[in-house]
């Protein structure tokens, strides 16, 4: 029996296929999860899991051609993503679903003033005057917390720098107050003290507009102070689920164990870093059975030989590894 | 940006100077006197002497140069030898036909060029796009006085629905105008349309790939607003920078067309001095190209900077 409760996000068997030079590669493979109201959901993994790709699907952003894009279930609202419209899924984006982008440097058009870029979205989805729009848009400016705001609306983005930038993009994100924002790696471009700022932005955003947030990332410390729950994605597939501090406490996929290890930890003196050898396969490359068994420390002949399935021990917690069906395999 | 026109217009005067001087050289050293084409076929020698020293060509090479950039400071080009009138005049007289046609096929290729450009880029690898851009491919190999006469015999002599030749000003009849001046715009505009339309497809599938226009497309905007706003506008940067090389291709062109379709423009009236060595006339039309490219390019760098944000000067 399904919970009463329709979760704002439900994503099941959600695929994503590239068909480059007569070769079909499969960036997202078949992945499920579900988001709430208000929650804020972390997605990690290294670079070329296929987190971005999540987004971009979510947002129906994946060029078709070369793209495609399947999915038993793609709801949002109780509404299929799937079936609506070019129209219909333009009154989604930018105003019930919102993103930002890992580049702000290039994310915003160079030659518009950011007042109009931000002006332009709101027309777009209310029903406002360009003056009205204009206003908000000031608004919005001070609530991302640019300073002099009604001076910077008339800027371009070339007088701004990168942690203003995005902060213009985060403004253009809620311009519409959206239920749910998709943040791919918001922070990765930025420095360090300007990473803490924006995502402190956006924590206080997301428990003022009460809106659920995906924050994608490779960043296990940024997951670990702003998330609620965890997906951790590897080769296009999901391996572990888990609420924050469970996964934290004990991860249950080898991935997210050495994900963890490799933290470079704060109180101690760290002579070498731990690095997870090898990387990820190359979508045209998939090896057969478990994508991680090629790099993993535990693997048995069962992993290189099947796929294993998601084990789900709690409705929030879930891993895809053979370890937790049969801890009897020798070891 | 006033200091920054007022520089472009003083670098005016070393150009000119220049232009002058090649066009004071070239003309002396290729053989020909104009006082033997101004006489009659019957005139003795010491008449053609008593033309040459009329017009001061016997003075020394030096002085005339001297003389003439004296009278050029006074706004003063001379007179044509065989025109009766002065340089000035003469041209003054021609500008409206020649102005007709570079603007008419300036505005028609760049209209279409930039539409061409775009459809091709957002269609790229279908067969619109193979369609556009071989069309595109014809304009840019086919000589443009060779176009000209297709076009005559096509819509002039078989068709019969443009005259072939000939300039109705556009102060006595719009329509008379644009019928005399349509078909020269057209091969003229052939080329430009070629290059500016292949320029405008590369340009924008490169600025379709940019992340602020996956930004325009995550904000819910139409793929025309996403084209047409976000994606022209950054587009048009670089095809303005092309236009200022395209007008002054369309100003050497139009020498070549308006003999073509025998248009009385500046570039008929160049072409006829110098084969009838009418130096007064060939400096002052000479000038008269050189200050229209220097003004356009100014123009071209006005519009950029105001496309573009981030250019100062």
Same mark, same amino acid.
């Given at each position: 029996?399904?919970?009463?409760?329709?979760?704002?996000?439900?994503?099941r068997?959600?695929?994503?296929?590239?068909?480059?030079?007569?070769?079909?590669?499969t960036?997202?493979?078949?992945?499920?999860?579900?988001l709430?109201?208000?929650?804020?959901?972390?997605?990690?993994?290294?670079?070329?899991?296929?987190?971005?790709t999540?987004?971009?699907?979510l947002?129906?952003?994946?060029a078709?051609?070369?793209?495609?894009?399947?999915?038993?279930?793609?709801?949002?609202?109780?509404?299929?993503?799937?079936?609506?419209?070019?129209?219909?899924?333009?009154?989604?984006?930018?105003?019930?679903i919102?993103?930002?982008?890992?580049?702000?440097?290039?994310s915003?058009?160079?030659?518009?003033?950011?007042?109009?870029?931000?002006?332009?979205?709101?027309?777009?989805?209310?029903?406002?005057?360009?003056?009205?729009?204009f206003?908000?848009?000031?608004?919005?400016?001070?609530l991302?917390?640019?300073?002099?705001?009604?001076?910077?609306?008339?800027?371009?983005?070339?007088?701004?720098?990168?942690?203003?930038?995005?902060?213009?993009?985060?403004?253009?994100?809620?311009?519409?107050?959206?239920?749910?924002?998709?943040a791919?790696?918001?922070?990765?471009?930025?420095?360090?003290?300007?990473?803490?700022?924006?995502?402190?932005?956006?924590?206080?955003?997301?428990?003022?507009?009460?809106?659920a947030?995906?924050?994608?990332?490779?960043?296990?410390?940024?997951?670990?102070?702003?998330?609620?729950?965890?997906?951790?994605?590897?080769?296009?597939?999901?391996?572990?689920?888990?609420?924050?501090?469970?996964?934290?406490?004990?991860?249950q996929?080898?991935?997210?164990?050495?994900?963890?290890?490799?933290?470079?930890?704060?109180?101690?003196?760290?002579?070498?870093?731990?690095?997870?050898?090898?990387?990820?396969?190359?979508?045209?490359?998939?090896?057969t059975?478990?994508?991680?068994?090629?790099?993993?420390?535990?693997a048995?002949n069962?992993?290189?030989e099947?796929?294993?399935?998601?084990?789900?021990?709690?409705?929030?917690?879930?891993?895809?590894?053979?370890?937790?069906?049969?801890?009897?395999?020798?070891? | 940006?006033i200091?920054?026109?007022?520089?472009?217009?003083?670098?005016?005067?070393?150009v000119?100077?220049?232009?002058?001087?090649?066009?004071?050289?070239?003309?002396?050293?290729?053989?020909?006197?104009?006082?033997?084409?101004i006489?009659?076929?019957?005139?003795?020698?010491?008449?053609?002497?008593?033309?040459?020293?009329?017009?001061?060509?016997?003075?020394?090479?030096?002085?005339?140069?001297?003389?003439?950039?004296?009278?050029?400071?006074?706004?003063?080009?001379?007179?044509?030898?065989l025109?009766?009138?002065?340089?000035?005049?003469?041209?003054?007289?021609?500008l409206?036909?020649?102005?007709?046609?570079?603007?008419?096929?300036?505005?028609?290729?760049?209209?279409?060029?930039?539409?061409?450009?775009?459809?091709a880029?957002?269609k790229?690898?279908t067969?619109?796009?193979?369609?556009?851009?071989?069309?595109?491919?014809?304009?840019?190999?086919?000589?443009?006085?060779?176009?000209?006469l297709?076009?005559?015999?096509?819509?002039?002599?078989?068709?019969?629905?443009?005259?072939?030749?000939g300039?109705?000003?556009?102060?006595?009849?719009?329509?008379?105008?644009?019928?005399?001046?349509?078909?020269?715009?057209?091969?003229l505009?052939?080329?430009?349309?070629?290059?500016?339309?292949?320029?405008?497809?590369?340009?924008?599938?490169?600025?379709?790939?940019?992340?602020?226009?996956?930004?325009a497309?995550?904000?819910?905007?139409?793929?025309?607003?996403? +084209?047409?706003?976000?994606? /022209?506008?950054? @587009?048009? !940067?670089?095809? #303005?920078? *092309?236009?200022?090389?395209?007008?002054? =291709?369309?100003?050497?062109?139009?020498?070549?067309i308006?003999?073509v379709?025998?248009?009385p423009?500046?570039?008929?009236?160049?072409?006829?001095?110098?084969l009838?060595?009418?130096?007064? +006339?060939?400096?002052g039309? /000479?000038?008269? @190209?050189? !200050?229209?490219? #220097?003004? *356009?390019?100014?123009?071209?760098?006005? =519009?950029?900077?105001?496309?573009?944000?981030?250019?100062?000067?």
């Amino acid at each position: 029996m399904a919970s009463p409760v329709i979760p704002l996000l439900e994503v099941r068997d959600l695929s994503v296929h590239f068909r480059t030079e007569g070769q079909k590669v499969t960036a997202v493979d078949r992945i499920s999860f579900d988001l709430a109201e208000g929650e804020v959901l972390g997605i990690v993994g290294e670079s070329g899991s296929g987190k971005s790709t999540v987004a971009l699907a979510l947002m129906q952003l994946i060029a078709t051609p070369p793209g495609s894009i399947d999915a038993e279930r793609l709801s949002f609202k109780g509404k299929d993503l799937m079936s609506m419209s070019d129209r219909e899924m333009r009154a989604v984006r930018g105003n019930e679903i919102s993103m930002i982008f890992q580049e702000p440097m290039s994310s915003l058009n160079p030659v518009f003033t950011i007042g109009n870029q931000l002006v332009e979205t709101i027309c777009e989805h209310e029903p406002l005057t360009k003056r009205q729009a204009f206003a908000k848009a000031v608004d919005l400016l001070r609530l991302v917390g640019i300073p002099d705001p009604e001076a910077r609306v008339t800027d371009y983005p070339h007088h701004l720098s990168g942690g203003m930038r995005q902060r213009v993009m985060i403004a253009m994100a809620l311009a519409c107050a959206p239920k749910l924002l998709l943040a791919d790696e918001p922070t990765t471009a930025l420095d360090v003290t300007i990473q803490a700022q924006v995502l402190e932005l956006l924590q206080h955003l997301q428990g003022e507009l009460d809106m659920a947030v995906v924050l994608i990332t490779h960043d296990l410390g940024v997951v670990a102070e702003y998330t609620h729950r965890v997906v951790v994605m590897y080769a296009g597939r999901i391996v572990e689920e888990a609420p924050v501090a469970d996964l934290f406490a004990a991860p249950q996929h080898p991935y997210t164990e050495l994900l963890l290890k490799s933290m470079p930890p704060l109180d101690e003196d760290l002579h070498r870093l731990l690095a997870i050898p090898g990387s990820v396969p190359s979508p045209t490359e998939m090896p057969t059975g478990c994508r991680f068994a090629p790099r993993c420390p535990y693997a048995q002949n069962i992993c290189r030989e099947t796929e294993p399935a998601m084990i789900r021990e709690s409705p929030a917690r879930a891993a895809a590894c053979w370890r937790l069906v049969d801890y009897k395999v020798p070891a | 940006m006033i200091a920054f026109i007022l520089r472009r217009l003083f670098a005016v005067i070393p150009v000119l100077l220049l232009v002058t001087l090649a066009s004071f050289l070239l003309m002396r050293l290729i053989p020909g006197d104009p006082a033997m084409l101004i006489a009659d076929i019957s005139a003795s020698d010491a008449e053609i002497e008593k033309i040459r020293e009329q017009l001061g060509l016997n003075e020394p090479f030096l002085t005339q140069l001297l003389h003439w950039y004296g009278n050029l400071l006074r706004g003063d080009l001379g007179e044509s030898y065989l025109l009766g009138r002065s340089v000035t005049q003469a041209i003054w007289e021609r500008l409206p036909t020649t102005l007709s046609l570079t603007l008419l096929s300036f505005v028609l290729s760049t209209t279409i060029a930039v539409t061409l450009g775009v459809i091709a880029a957002v269609k790229a690898n279908t067969w619109l796009d193979q369609f556009v851009m071989s069309f595109a491919l014809i304009g840019v190999a086919l000589p443009n006085f060779w176009m000209g006469l297709m076009l005559i015999i096509l819509f002039s002599v078989h068709l019969g629905w443009l005259p072939s030749g000939g300039y109705v000003p556009l102060s006595e009849d719009f329509w008379g105008w644009l019928r005399t001046c349509t078909l020269p715009a057209i091969s003229l505009a052939l080329l430009q349309i070629g290059l500016l339309s292949r320029i405008t497809r590369a340009t924008m599938l490169e600025v379709l790939q940019q992340d602020y226009i996956r930004t325009a497309r995550a904000k819910g905007l139409s793929k025309s607003k996403v +084209v047409g706003k976000h994606a /022209l506008k950054n @587009v048009l !940067v670089p095809v #303005i920078t *092309i236009l200022g090389i395209s007008f002054s =291709l369309l100003i050497s062109g139009s020498l070549v067309i308006e003999t073509v379709f025998s248009l009385p423009g500046v570039g008929k009236l160049l072409g006829s001095a110098i084969l009838r060595r009418d130096y007064p +006339v060939i400096q002052g039309g /000479l000038i008269f @190209v050189a !200050v229209s490219m #220097i003004f *356009i390019n100014l123009l071209v760098d006005i =519009l950029y900077a105001w496309v573009d944000p981030r250019v100062r000067y």
